[in-house]
T-cell receptor, first 114, second 119 residues
Framework: AQSVTQPDIHITVSEGASLELRCNYSYGATPYLFWYVQSPGQGLQLLLKYFSGDTLVQGIKGFEAEFKRSQSSFNLRKPSVHWSDAAEYFCAVGLSGGYNKLIFGAGTRLAVHP | SAVISQKPSRDICQRGTSLTIQCQVDSQVTMMFWYRQQPGQSLTLIATANQGSEATYESGFVIDKFPISRPNLTFSTLTVSNMSPEDSSIYLC????????????????FGPGTRLTVL
């Protein structure tokens, strides 16, 4: 069965430090992969997505993610974190792009220290 | 890009009652979905709202408990029926496709969510 694993439930970083959020997926075919962010009391905002092509994808707010097929991973990175990045981050896999159900990971809650 | 709104944004309800949540998009979209996010949990798909026909439910969700309507290409409702405290969650709609979202036809965009508390 398809699944998404985000091993880190909570991560705390200092403002200005680099960030990497881990995501591993289990899916038989080439997946459609997404990262969403949920700020407190808000809905989900799309950060970036990977369907095919260049395995390093750029998103909004200075985020990027790299698809590694050999590791079944799609880790999210940011070189310098801002206090406003404090939120919950969800990795998701789509079974046929966005036209079908998304399977979400458990989420990683990011705290940013000044 | 399209604007997705949900009403109500939050509500506190008594056990045994029902609540209908509305999802409105300011442009026509191809697909609409309803998700549930239980406290401290991730999102789980409840159903796909089909325009003009019965919704398609995921395993563990039934129409009697979560009736869904989608009368047109911009609007859908989710009703949480005969509520219990276990139904306390955030309910989110998402949409795919449409002219305003033409640049990302394979991507789901989410509404702001409805936070439901059942006492």
């Amino acid at each position: 069965a398809q699944s998404v694993t985000q091993p880190d439930i909570h991560i705390t970083v200092s403002e200005g430090a680099s960030l990497e959020l881990r995501c591993n997926y289990s899916y038989g075919a080439t997946p459609y992969l997404f990262w969403y962010v949920q700020s407190p009391g808000q809905g989900l905002q799309l950060l970036l997505k990977y369907f095919s092509g260049d395995t390093l994808v750029q998103g909004i707010k200075g985020f990027e993610a790299e698809f590694k097929r050999s590791q079944s991973s799609f880790n999210l990175r940011k070189p310098s974190v801002h206090w406003s990045d404090a939120a919950e981050y969800f990795c998701a896999v789509g079974l046929s792009g966005g036209y079908n159900k998304l399977i979400f990971g458990a989420g990683t809650r990011l705290a940013v220290h000044p | 890009s399209a604007v997705i709104s949900q009403k109500p944004s939050r509500d506190i309800c008594q056990r045994g009652t029902s609540l209908t949540i509305q999802c409105q998009v300011d442009s026509q979209v191809t697909m609409m979905f309803w998700y549930r996010q239980q406290p401290g949990q991730s999102l789980t798909l409840i159903a796909t709202a089909n325009q003009g026909s019965e919704a398609t439910y995921e395993s563990g969700f039934v129409i009697d408990k979560f009736p869904i309507s989608r009368p047109n290409l911009t609007f859908s409702t989710l009703t949480v029926s005969n509520m219990s405290p276990e139904d306390s969650s955030i309910y989110l709609c998402s949409v795919v496709g449409g002219r305003e979202l033409a640049g990302s036809t394979d991507t789901q965009y989410f509404g702001p969510g409805t936070r439901l508390t059942v006492l």
